[in-house]
């Protein structure tokens, strides 16, 4: 990704001036919800009284932010609203909670906008042949992708009296509605739809790391490529400028500190986090895997990780092989429909025994292919590295996995599969999972 902005008082204080251009027209009662944002020196903020108005928001900025948003959720009392958790003060009341879909596809340049933007045209389109929703807008998030809003016409959740299992039932239905949007194929943020305690980036205000500033898209606009509108994207004279494609290569990996990124309130003393996972398992063969895999830690740094596993892969003829990482690790995808006993004979030997052990116990594996979500926040956040073992490829007897193919196109890192043998169905199974 090109380099943030550097920031500073006077730059964003010029951009947000009045705070006319930011965007509350979408809000029914903008006084119903919680406002949030990140100050330029860091720590999150919280705003202390409602909002009615940008100039009444921008007012309340006592550092310009880099980062400004919104709640989904409207309440009877947004300001200083108790944690999730919180047994000790009265549980909020919760009035109505907007639908949102967020559909990221990293990382940010015009030709991974464009197939977010593909993606995000194509679940508006399931969301009105298969729900009731109510579409309010679609917003470009100043970055990667796409928020679909949506209001839900069910009031039923709404009539318990009870707050707490109020929101309970809300949420139920929100992940109900998300396990279905899931199985129907679609790349969308696991956590945010089912969470009511979910904040997102507010439209007319800038995106901290590009400068782009989050915009709802006008009538016709997401049917059209983005090429032919994206230079209409009002942005900072700072905003970095979007490549045409992603980078083949990252030249040198430091891992980053351990990084949260995200909005709601954190679930203090818990342990579990959320993320989303794929099968190895190529559906509609019967025993045949992809290759997927995070590297052992013991393999060393992420150069080092990527380096011993392509000797390895190189070896077997298997490849090329996709590479991702979190900062601290490397997950390595083959979309290859590689039979189980070959693969458990190749494995063993390398010494990546997690999925060895899955294979054996399992007869596939269950591998985590996104960031982790603890506590409401997102940590360990996924970006893709590149594509090697390409001279390879040729050797390999194994056909293709269309699944594992589909998986990694949308995960940033496309593969030249050229005309070989395809097996399997289009789409992986892929799950939102608990774990500790």
């Given at each position: 990704?090109?380099?943030?902005?550097?920031?500073?008082?006077?730059?964003?204080?010029?951009?947000?001036?009045?705070?006319?251009?930011i965007d509350l027209s979408w809000l029914e009662k903008p006084t119903?919800?919680?406002?949030?944002?990140?100050?330029?020196?860091?720590?999150?903020?919280?705003?202390?009284?409602?909002?009615?108005?940008?100039?009444?928001?921008?007012?309340?900025?006592?550092?310009?932010?880099?980062?400004?948003?919104?709640?989904?959720?409207?309440?009877?009392?947004?300001?200083?609203?108790?944690?999730?958790?919180?047994?000790?003060?009265?549980?909020?009341?919760?009035?109505?909670?907007?639908?949102?879909?967020?559909?990221?596809?990293?990382?940010?340049?015009?030709?991974?906008?464009?197939?977010?933007?593909?993606?995000?045209?194509?679940?508006?389109?399931?969301?009105?042949?298969?729900?009731?929703?109510?579409?309010?807008?679609?917003?470009?998030?100043?970055?990667?992708?796409?928020?679909?809003?949506?209001?839900?016409?069910?009031?039923?959740?709404?009539?318990?009296?009870?707050?707490?299992?109020?929101?309970?039932?809300?949420?139920?239905?929100?992940?109900?509605?998300?396990?279905?949007?899931?199985?129907?194929?679609?790349?969308?943020?696991?956590?945010?739809?089912?969470?009511?305690?979910?904040?997102?980036?507010?439209?007319?205000?800038?995106?901290?790391?590009?400068?782009?500033?989050?915009?709802?898209?006008?009538?016709?606009?997401?049917?059209?490529?983005?090429?032919?509108?994206?230079?209409?994207?009002?942005?900072?004279?700072?905003?970095?400028?979007?490549?045409?494609?992603?980078?083949?290569?990252?030249?040198?990996?430091?891992?980053?500190?351990?990084?949260?990124?995200?909005?709601?309130?954190?679930?203090?003393?818990?342990?579990?986090?959320?993320?989303?996972?794929?099968?190895?398992?190529?559906?509609?063969?019967?025993?045949?895997?992809?290759?997927?895999?995070?590297?052992?830690?013991?393999?060393?740094?992420?150069?080092?990780?990527?380096?011993?596993?392509?000797?390895?892969?190189?070896?077997?003829?298997?490849?090329?092989?996709?590479?991702?990482?979190?900062?601290?690790?490397?997950?390595?995808?083959?979309?290859?429909?590689?039979?189980?006993?070959?693969?458990?004979?190749?494995?063993?030997?390398?010494?990546?025994?997690?999925?060895?052990?899955?294979?054996?116990?399992?007869?596939?594996?269950?591998?985590?292919?996104?960031?982790?979500?603890?506590?409401?926040?997102?940590?360990?956040?996924?970006?893709?590295?590149?594509?090697?073992?390409?001279?390879?490829?040729?050797?390999?007897?194994?056909?293709?996995?269309?699944?594992?193919?589909?998986?990694?196109?949308?995960?940033?890192?496309?593969?030249?599969?050229?005309?070989?043998?395809?097996?399997?169905?289009?789409?992986?199974?892929?799950?939102?999972?608990?774990?500790?």
């Amino acid at each position: 990704m090109a380099e943030s902005p550097e920031w500073t008082e006077s730059s964003l204080s010029e951009h947000y001036s009045d705070g006319s251009g930011i965007d509350l027209s979408w809000l029914e009662k903008p006084t119903r919800h919680q406002f949030r944002w990140r100050t330029l020196k860091g720590p999150w903020v919280t705003s202390r009284k409602r909002i009615s108005s940008g100039k009444s928001l921008v007012k309340s900025f006592d550092s310009m932010p880099t980062d400004v948003y919104v709640s989904t959720s409207s309440w009877l009392d947004p300001v200083n609203l108790p944690r999730l958790k919180d047994s000790k003060r009265p549980s909020p009341i919760l009035i109505d909670h907007m639908v949102v879909f967020d559909i990221d596809m990293r990382p940010f340049c015009r030709s991974r906008l464009e197939l977010a933007r593909k993606e995000t045209l194509r679940l508006r389109e399931w969301i009105a042949e298969n729900t009731d929703l109510r579409i309010r807008h679609v917003s470009f998030s100043g970055s990667k992708g796409f928020h679909i809003v949506a209001i839900d016409p069910d009031r039923s959740p709404f009539e318990e009296p009870d707050p707490v299992k109020r929101e309970q039932v809300v949420r139920e239905n929100r992940k109900s509605l998300l396990g279905r949007v899931i199985e129907a194929g679609h790349d969308v943020d696991p956590v945010v739809t089912a969470d009511t305690r979910r904040i997102i980036r507010l439209p007319g205000t800038l995106h901290g790391s590009t400068g782009w500033a989050c915009s709802i898209l006008g009538e016709g606009m997401l049917e059209r490529p983005v090429r032919e509108w994206i230079s209409d994207i009002s942005k900072h004279e700072m905003a970095s400028s979007m490549p045409r494609i992603p980078p083949i290569k990252t030249p040198r990996f430091k891992p980053r500190k351990k990084t949260v990124v995200g909005t709601s309130s954190v679930m203090e003393d818990s342990h579990e986090f959320v993320s989303l996972e794929v099968s190895s398992h190529v559906p509609g063969t019967k025993d045949r895997s992809a290759l997927v895999t995070w590297l052992p830690a013991r393999w060393g740094d992420v150069s080092e990780s990527i380096e011993r596993a392509q000797r390895e892969f190189d070896s077997i003829d298997l490849g090329p092989v996709a590479y991702m990482h979190d900062g601290e690790r490397v997950l390595a995808i083959i979309p290859r429909a590689i039979p189980r006993d070959f693969l458990l004979s190749r494995i063993g030997r390398m010494g990546i025994r997690g999925l060895e052990n899955d294979l054996r116990r399992f007869e596939h594996s269950w591998v985590r292919i996104s960031g982790r979500m603890a506590g409401g926040d997102w940590e360990s956040e996924m970006e893709p590295i590149t594509v090697l073992g390409y001279d390879s490829s040729g050797r390999c007897m194994h056909p293709w996995s269309a699944p594992h193919l589909d998986l990694c196109k949308r995960l940033g890192l496309p593969i030249r599969h050229g005309t070989g043998d395809i097996s399997g169905k289009p789409k992986a199974s892929i799950r939102v999972a608990v774990r500790r």
